[in-house]
T-cell receptor, first 115, second 111 residues
Framework: DAGVIQSPRHEVTEMGQEVTLRCKPI?????LFWYRQTMMRGLELLIY????????DSGMPEDRFSAKMPNASFSTLKIQPSEPRDSAVYFC?????????????FGAGSRLTVL | SQQGEEDPQALSIQEGENATMNCSYK?????LQWYRQNSGRGLVHLIL?????REKHSGRLRVTLDTSKKSSSLLITASRAADTASYFC???????????FGIGTKLQVIP
């Protein structure tokens, strides 16, 4: 298995632009998580899905952020409009809930810079 | 919000020494996990300890869990320069789903 695949790896955009981050989880995993990592705030859980259904989006900072999981093999995190404070590394992780007690496999991350 | 808090936030040791990192958490858990993150990479799972376990070993890693104190520790024995990374604890409540990370301990092992 190729692991969790995230794209793009790096994104530089200007304030106000729309940003879409993509994630392909490991085949057979039924939970998907989006995290944001910054020096100041550490690793924050933004949202997680179970069987493609959003379970907890309490970590999504604002209405500018939205996430979807249209099927078991694809998820997106969208920021519209983007702001400089959104600059961070965004990680997607997947797991097989109930097996291995929810051990996460992380993607390599998408580094976002908003100018 | 962060569930776990690691201590210390940074640790610098000589190669061959043991490294101990601590994690405290606030709510009840089903299990606690430790992850490692090399610079510029995603997190990698190291070891998991369930709430009914007190100690677990994996190679040079030893994890303890004290549910009465809501704390865990990760011991890396005979450290190597390649152990240089950030280490995070993650708590998993009942229900197996939500996984919340602490702020991490940055370990530097000097050759």
């Amino acid at each position: 298995d190729a692991g969790v695949i995230q794209s793009p790896r790096h994104e530089v955009t200007e304030m106000g632009q729309e940003v879409t981050l993509r994630c392909k989880p490991i085949s057979g995993h039924n939970s998907l998580f989006w995290y944001r990592q910054t020096m100041m705030r550490g690793l924050e859980l933004l949202i997680y899905f179970n069987n493609n259904v959003p379970i907890d989006d309490s970590g999504m900072p604002e209405d500018r952020f939205s996430a979807k999981m249209p099927n078991a093999s694809f998820s997106t995190l969208k920021i519209q409009p983007s702001e400089p404070r959104d600059s961070a590394v965004y990680f997607c992780a997947s797991s097989r809930t109930g097996v291995g007690a929810n051990v996460l496999t992380f993607g390599a991350g998408s580094r976002l810079t908003v100018l | 919000s962060q569930q776990g808090e690691e201590d210390p936030q940074a640790l610098s040791i000589q190669e061959g020494e043991n490294a101990t990192m601590n994690c405290s958490y606030k709510t009840s858990i089903n299990n606690l996990q430790w992850y490692r993150q090399n610079s510029g990479r995603g997190l990698v799972h190291l070891i998991l300890i369930r709430s009914n376990e007190r100690e677990k070993h994996s190679g040079r890693l030893r994890v303890t869990l004290d549910t009465s104190k809501k704390s865990s520790s990760l011991l890396i024995t005979a450290s190597r320069a390649a152990d240089t990374a950030s280490y995070f604890c993650a708590t998993v409540p009942g229900g197996y789903q939500k996984v919340t990370f602490g702020i991490g301990t940055k370990l530097q092992v000097i050759p």
